[in-house]
């Protein structure tokens, strides 16, 4: 069973060098208000994760593959993502458009952000259904064996997500405010992106 959590690691931590906008939102986070504070984001995007892998492996994949269903989940996440990536370029010129988040970033709003980002591309599940799918092909992996790998694969994104955490909070003292803003816009635009892109990907 060790073998299979470490194998769930490993994959995990090779889906992760794909630096994505949350990976960049975690490190931002870290860097201008601490650890603790992109902890609580971390915590929020593995909690996403497990949730839409334990979707996966029931079989929930299936239904988003639905034409309709996925054409609906695309366009409220698409809509999620463009606006917060807005919200997070504005913040930088103390403008916040978004009721109830406040400008000042705390462990409970940054936990809230997080959940609502990583929830709003339901798509992923799909993504979790064919890696997990593929696996059990591959190496014949049993239920117990399937939990296991899928742990390993959580804990790869606590990991991951944890270093660039820590290496934001490091770095925190030899970044200028100047670059922090840009940096803040840089991640802005491309959570705007990942949504268009959602938005307007097709499917094969």
């Given at each position: ?5 470490f194998s ?6 090779l889906?992760?060098?794909?630096v ?5 939102m975690v490190f931002?986070?870290?860097k201008n208000?601490?650890?603790l504070v992109?902890?609580?984001l971390?915590?929020?995007i593995?909690?996403?994760d497990?949730?839409?892998i334990t979707?996966a492996?029931v079989?929930?994949?299936?239904l988003l593959e639905k ?11 698409s809509?999620v993502l463009?606006?917060?990536g807005i919200?997070i370029i504005l ?9 109830g988040?406040?400008?000042q970033?705390t462990t409970t ?6 959940l609502v ?5 339901p798509i992923?599940i799909?993504f979790?259904?064919s890696v997990?799918t593929?696996?059990i ?23 991951f997500?944890t ?6 909070t490091?770095?925190s003292?030899f970044i200028?405010e100047y670059?922090?803003n840009i ?5 802005g635009?491309?959570i705007?992106?990942?949504?268009i892109k ?6 094969k």
């Amino acid at each position: 069973m060790l073998k299979r959590y470490f194998s769930g690691l490993k994959f995990g931590l090779l889906l992760q060098i794909a630096v994505g906008p949350m990976c960049l939102m975690v490190f931002n986070t870290a860097k201008n208000v601490g650890l603790l504070v992109a902890m609580s984001l971390v915590l929020a995007i593995a909690i996403v994760d497990a949730f839409y892998i334990t979707l996966a492996s029931v079989g929930v994949s299936s239904l988003l593959e639905k034409e309709r269903i996925k054409k609906v989940f695309k366009i409220i996440g698409s809509t999620v993502l463009i606006i917060f990536g807005i919200n997070i370029i504005l913040n930088v010129f103390e403008i916040n458009i978004i009721p109830g988040l406040n400008l000042q970033p705390t462990t409970t709003n940054i936990f809230i952000q997080g959940l609502v980002l990583t929830l709003s591309n339901p798509i992923t599940i799909v993504f979790w259904g064919s890696v997990l799918t593929t696996k059990i092909i591959e190496d014949k992996l049993e239920k117990k064996e399937l939990i296991i790998f899928s742990i390993g694969l959580v804990s790869a994104t606590l990991f991951f997500l944890t270093l660039v955490a820590i290496l934001g909070t490091i770095l925190s003292n030899f970044i200028p405010e100047y670059i922090s803003n840009i940096l803040n816009i840089i991640v802005g635009v491309l959570i705007i992106g990942f949504g268009i892109k959602l938005l307007i990907k097709k499917e094969k």
